[in-house]
């Protein structure tokens, strides 16, 4: 059983006449009887009653109306679904970002103008580490990312700079330092790079992976200055976390200088100039799943339009 069968059949249950079936079908009639005729043979029961002005139904073939109604239903909602798949316009997108993108009012009006232009098209989260979204993406469990430094690049991944924003100090808000340099999430001045790395340091990284921690302290070595690592973490808000509990000093991108903002004070830096925070689009090169190249396109038209942190 074909699902031409099944219009055939629900034709000529509707007209009640074989002539009129044909007809609206687009076919000839003899064509039209042997099909039902076939139809019937494999049901093992009549479906129509024939009589001179037509036919009527059999009580089993209103039976079989309601049931071929409900399949040429969800064939035709499969088509549509298809269909919606088929421009983007249905499906699932995996985006994964880590928690520093994710500070930055960029991240949720994103996603938001996203589900207004695709309502249809299921969205799965995941935060992470740079490192571990990078590898998600080369294994094919993530559409695309959101991050800041990369930590890694590998082949057939593509990275793209969308936002660049400054990279500011973050301090326990009973710190020395803080009362000349920071206030409760407003700098008065900024603080020199040397006076940071006279204070043990936090970081954000993958030991040996390269990163917005590595930049820093490429820039330090580069100043002829020894930061003193205190601790590695893997993510920004347990980086924040250490700060507020007053385990050391760290540096953040100036979207995050609101956190924990009653324990932390944050205080621009007077060698930022050298040292700042983008935000990366990463997506596969290949990427064939039409959402996630809808995603890119907006992120980067949203991008065009927003301005610099």
């Known amino acids: 059983m074909d699902i031409r069968a099944l219009r055939y059949f629900s034709a000529v249950a509707e007209t009640g006449h074989m002539t009129r079936a044909a007809e609206q079908l687009g076919i000839q009639q003899p064509p039209l009887s042997l099909q039902i005729k076939s139809l019937e043979r494999e049901l093992g029961t009549l479906l129509f009653r024939r009589h001179p002005r037509g036919v009527a139904l059999t009580d089993a073939g209103r039976l079989f109306q309601v049931e ?16 919606r798949v088929a421009n983007g316009q249905a499906g699932t997108l995996a985006v994964g970002f880590t928690s520093s993108a ?16 695709y309502p249809a098209v299921e969205l799965q989260l ?9 590898e998600a993406l080369s294994a094919g469990r993530l559409h695309c990312g959101l991050l800041r430094v990369p930590v890694a690049r590998p082949d057939g991944l593509v990275f793209e700079t969308l936002l660049r924003e400054p990279v500011w100090a973050a301090m326990p808000s009973d710190h020395r330092l803080a009362a000349s340099f920071g206030q409760r999430g407003k700098a008065s001045r900024p603080l020199p790079l040397a006076k940071l790395c006279e204070e043990g340091i936090i970081l954000v990284r993958r030991p040996g992976a390269p990163g917005l921690y590595a930049d820093l302290l490429a820039l330090c070595h580069a100043k002829g200055l020894r930061p003193r690592v205190v601790a590695e ?6 980086n924040l976390n250490l700060v507020a509990a007053g385990v050391g000093l760290s540096v953040v991108p100036a979207s995050m200088t609101g956190v924990h ?27 064939d799943n039409l ?14 339009q927003n301005p610099a942190s």
């Open 102 to 117: 994710a500070a930055h009012r960029f991240m949720p009006e994103a996603l938001r103008a996203f589900r207004r232009a």
């Open 233 to 238: 973490v893997d993510r920004m808000m347990t």
């Open 261 to 287: 903002a009653h324990a932390i004070a944050y205080a621009r830096l007077a060698d930022g100039g050298q040292l700042d925070a983008p935000l990366t689009l990463v997506s596969r090169a290949e990427e």
């Open 291 to 304: 959402p996630a190249q809808h995603f890119a396109t907006l992120l980067r038209q949203l991008a065009a």
């Open 68 to 83: 071929a109604l409900r399949m040429l239903q969800d064939m035709d909602a499969m088509k549509q679904r298809m269909a």
């Open 126 to 134: 995941r935060e992470d580490n740079a490192a571990e979204l990078t």
